[in-house]
């Protein structure tokens, strides 16, 4: 009627998509709530979870308004599907078959993921290991530097010359103009961020160890303590965010890498003589 017609179009102006939603479920419309779902699913994406519930109520048969609603879920990756599995329970005309195909996929997307993950730890392990080797190298025996070109300016390296332990050398004048003289240019944004995410760490530590011991202390009232530490971010993953728009980077927290150590040969020794230490 006119007065349903103006409160939906109140509800839509004030963005009150739930309400709108909630009103067709109501009348049991069940087309304007897939309707409702694609008008305003991308705006507020819980929209779909509600249908879903909605339809999963009903003891008659919507095994197409299930599927339908189904296929928005998995694109935009909104339940898992034990939930979905767990919604679906309440209604007995839903059989496995509804579900069978967005379960097979979602499995096989989690399977692939987790092979996924495994090679990176992989990766992670080995190159932990690597780094532990060449650091116990460094430790223990001589590096030699054997440059032929400068990795700045890219002509041959004559003398006086900037060596750094992550192989790299340059020209001493090419290095003036660089921000540092004591880190390799190429390296510098790497090595910052490995060691922003080691100090955001270390800080993290001891939050995280003050939030067991107060815990334990207030256990009448830990919910307190829980929301006070949340609040302070004990709970939050390190992420490191790089100066590239929109570009995250996780690295792994085992990383333990060495200083650059700078030797700068300022004497010539006979043309294209190696530098030892």
């Known amino acids: 009627n006119e007065y ?7 509800y839509e102006k004030a963005r009150l998509y739930r309400q709108i939603l909630q009103y067709y479920m109501d009348q049991n419309e069940y087309d304007h709530v897939i309707e409702t779902c694609n008008d305003h699913g991308k705006k507020e994406p819980n929209l779909w979870i509600l249908a879903l519930s909605y339809f999963a109520r009903k003891e008659e048969d919507c095994k197409d308004y299930i599927a339908g609603v189904l296929a928005h879920i ?3 990756a909104l339940m898992p599907p034990l939930m979905v599995v767990q919604t679906l329970a309440h209604n007995s005309t839903c059989t496995l078959a509804v579900v069978k195909d967005f379960i097979t996929r979602k499995l096989k997307e989690e399977s692939e993921q987790i092979a996924k993950d495994q090679d990176l730890i992989k990766k992670y392990r080995e190159d932990t290991e690597r780094m532990k080797r060449e650091i116990e190298q460094l430790k223990t025996s001589a590096k030699v530097f054997q440059p032929t070109k400068c990795h700045s300016c890219t002509n041959p390296i004559d003398l006086p010359a900037v060596h750094f332990l ?3 050398s ?5 290095l003036e103009v660089a921000e540092s003289e004591t880190e390799c240019p190429l390296c510098v944004e790497k090595n910052r961020e490995v060691l922003d995410l080691i100090r955001a760490q270390e800080q993290t530590t001891g939050l995280h160890e003050d ?8 256990k009448t009232d830990a919910f307190s303590v829980v ?3 949340f609040g302070r971010g004990v709970f939050n993953k390190v992420t490191l965010l790089t100066d590239a728009p929109g570009a995250v980077r996780q690295l ?3 990383v333990d890498l060495p200083k ?3 030797l700068t040969t300022r004497t010539g020794r006979g043309a294209g003589g190696d530098t030892h230490f």
Request: aromatic fraction near 8%.
């Open 260 to 262: 650059n150590i700078v």
């Open 252 to 254: 792994p927290a085992a």
């Open 4 to 10: 349903d017609h103006v409160i939906l179009h109140l």
């Open 211 to 218: 939030f067991h011991t107060e815990l334990e202390r207030k």
């Open 166 to 168: 992550c192989g790299h």
């Open 227 to 229: 929301a006070d530490y």
């Open 170 to 174: 340059y020209h001493q004048a090419c």
């Open 74 to 76: 998995e694109k935009k």
